[in-house]
């Protein structure tokens, strides 16, 4: 399970790491479960953004893999063209990550939305690296 703790430490580092890209963006954290553990909208992210920074993360919670990593299953002509419509709906675009302890266990999944897609993706790379720091 992720702590206090470390949700804060990701918040912080999803900061950092926004701050030298010049973006604003909306921060979610989100235990095993896909619940909310942390969140932070800085200061200009986009109202919009705020449940797509919550979807990221849970679509990579519930299937323990980068929210991007679902597109080529959901996209149309895909295998599963309707995946995106499941679970309450899902977010298929970078910016969502598991988050994995030392042994593998999945212990929550970092979200981010605000900038470019592939912004988003290296703030929540910084964010989750922030678990072996």
Known sequence: ???TQQ???LIAAAEAHAGTLGVSVNIAVLDAGAHLKAFVRQDGAMLGSIDIALSKARTSALF????????????PGGPSPGL???NGGLTVFPGGLPLLDAQ???IGAV???GGA??????????AAAALSA
């Open 84 to 86: 995106g419509n499941s």
């Open 117 to 126: 897609p592939s912004q988003d993706l290296e703030i929540a790379q910084a």
């Open 1 to 3: 399970m992720i702590t």
């Open 7 to 9: 949700a804060q430490a």
């Open 111 to 113: 979200g981010i939305s």
């Open 64 to 75: 323990r893999l980068p929210s991007e990593a679902l597109w080529e299953y959901a996209k």
């Open 104 to 106: 593998g266990a999945l």
